[in-house]
């Protein structure tokens, strides 16, 4: 069984910045791709971010390239999403998710497990 919790997401003023936290348990976590995901209101799911097994390599949504920055710490099990200069589009709640392969994924349906998510409220 795998839980993935998320922590961190709060209300915060535009520009300014937040570190989301993912614990993992329950599986080798350091085996698989990790991602960021977010849903806004009204809206459907979006990818944020993904980075590979090892941590070497990530990828991002156009919308958040230059200001978040994904990462993970295998040895403690855990994702984090750094989010810099943030903004009111960035609201949503936002979930972490480990894939099924090793390498980077932008494709939510590679990703078989899921947290409940955080939200984040960034006000204008």
């Known amino acids: 069984q795998v839980q993935l919790v998320e922590s961190g997401g709060r209300l915060v003023q535009a520009g300014g910045s937040l570190r989301l936290s993912c614990a993992a348990s329950?599986?080798?976590?350091?085996?698989?791709?990790m991602g960021w995901f977010r849903q806004a209101p009204g809206k459907e799911r979006e990818f944020v971010a993904t980075?590979?097994?090892?941590?070497?390599?990530?990828e991002y949504t156009d919308s958040v390239k230059g200001r978040f920055t994904i990462s993970r710490d295998n040895a403690k099990n855990t994702l984090y999403l750094q989010m810099n200069s943030l903004k009111p589009e960035d609201t949503a709640v936002y979930y972490c998710?480990?894939?099924?392969?090793?390498?980077?994924?932008?494709?939510?349906?590679?990703?078989?497990?899921w947290g409940h998510g955080t939200q984040v409220t960034v006000s204008s």
């Open positions: 998710a480990t894939s099924t392969q090793s390498g980077t994924s932008n494709n939510p349906d590679l990703y078989v497990y």
């Open positions: 329950g599986r080798t976590f350091n085996s698989y791709a």
């Open positions: 980075v590979n097994w090892i941590g070497t390599i990530t």
